[in-house]
């Protein structure tokens, strides 16, 4: 086996049959699940069980991100919201209508995370509404990180089933 061998097994189109592919796909939710609203998750802990300077470090990187997040959604959210469906209708065309596993492979990913996205939002408008702090601000940070959860653990069973499917039928056509 050659270099250029080698560099196309791992550069491959045919995602669900990729390693690499799975990689990305449990990096992705384990990243998604790890910071909610930015904010990495073992702080909302800390803040728990410590209080104190721990609680009011989260506090603080939970308001900066919060304040960032509906900035951005104020300023630019229509935009994005656009973009975002004019992307992932592009992608289900592409994958589901022409068949190019590359491009279902990529809707698979961005599609859950617009969820995230959503849950997202709204968590923190919630927060910025509400002023929530201490105790409060944990629980609902942690039900923000439970909802991703699921919509992670839901994407996985749905793209492994999917993945599996098209491994299956191309298995058994060539």
Known sequence: MDLFQILYEMIDL???????????????????SHRVLGVPFDMVQRARRRG??????????VRVNVNRLLYIAEVSGPW??????FLLSALAT???VFL???AQAVFLLA????????????????IARDGALGED???RLSMCRLCIQFVGSISILVTAFWGMYQNLSIGALG
């Open 14 to 32: 045919r995602s669900f049959s990729n390693l690499w592919y799975w990689i990305a796909l449990a990096v992705m939710w384990s990243s998604a």
């Open 52 to 61: 104190g300077q721990a609680e009011q470090d989260l506090e603080d990187m």
């Open 80 to 85: 994005l919201v656009a973009l975002a469906c």
């Open 94 to 96: 592409l994958g589901f």
């Open 100 to 102: 190019m596993e590359f």
């Open 111 to 126: 599609f859950p995370m617009s969820f995230v996205g959503v849950i997202s939002y709204f968590t923190a408008r919630r």
């Open 137 to 139: 601000l944990c629980k």
